[in-house]
């Protein structure tokens, strides 16, 4: 087995993170991949991250994912305009034994929910890129970001040309803290400048 495939079998998921992910196939919508997961898990403990914001919950895999990094006892929320997807993902949370409250889940659209969270209130944001929205949404969360906190992006190659208008939106604004990998389905991570308060 080259390396490249066997650096995704080497990183272990939960059983309910390899159960979400037949659920996620078997609907017919994207998943985290296992590498993808552990960065955002990765990235979340680096910020030291008490609360986190995401759009696009799916099953809840990237959830799970950010959770694992996230202190003890920190919440996150996700959002989704897909009710029946948040019937999937409280089934993963269940599988895992995440406690409800760590959890806040809005079934409702992206652009009319993030305008009205609480400005710098969070330490991490997570985009999935998967929609005609991802520039505005992309915009709200560095809003919502604390300084020194970090957006990050997945699935920038997944539609080449939503995750193209995106790239070059961040380019426009200049933004110098931005890093792009080719893990997963490509993963953008945007470090906000300053430092907690």
């Not at 272990?12 to 659920?23: S, V």
């Not at 959002?79 to 809005?106: K, M, N, S, W």
Request: aromatic letters at 4%.
């Amino acid at each position: 087995m080259e390396l490249p495939a066997y650096a995704l079998t080497w990183l272990a998921e939960e059983p309910a993170i390899t159960a979400a992910r037949d659920r996620a196939r078997k609907i017919g919508i994207p998943s985290t991949s296992p590498d993808a997961g552990s960065l955002l898990r990765s990235l979340a403990q680096l910020v030291d991250a008490r609360t986190a914001v995401e759009t696009g919950t799916g099953v809840g895999i990237s959830t799970l994912w950010l959770l694992s990094g996230m202190r003890p006892g920190a919440t996150l929320t996700s959002i989704d305009r897909e009710p029946e997807y948040h019937r999937y993902a409280r089934q993963t949370f269940a599988d895992a034994g995440v406690p409800a409250a760590r959890v806040r889940l809005i079934s409702s659209e992206a652009a009319s929910v993030l305008p009205r969270l609480t400005e710098q209130g969070y330490d991490l944001a997570h985009l999935d890129c998967g929609s005609a929205e991802n520039a505005t949404q992309y915009v709200q969360m560095v809003r919502l970001v604390r300084p020194g906190g970090v957006v990050v992006v997945s699935g920038v190659f997944r539609n080449e040309g939503e995750g193209k208008a995106l790239l070059e939106l961040i380019a426009a604004e200049g933004d110098g803290g931005c890093t792009l990998l080719p893990v997963g389905e490509g993963v953008l991570i945007v470090s906000k400048p300053g430092h907690p308060a």
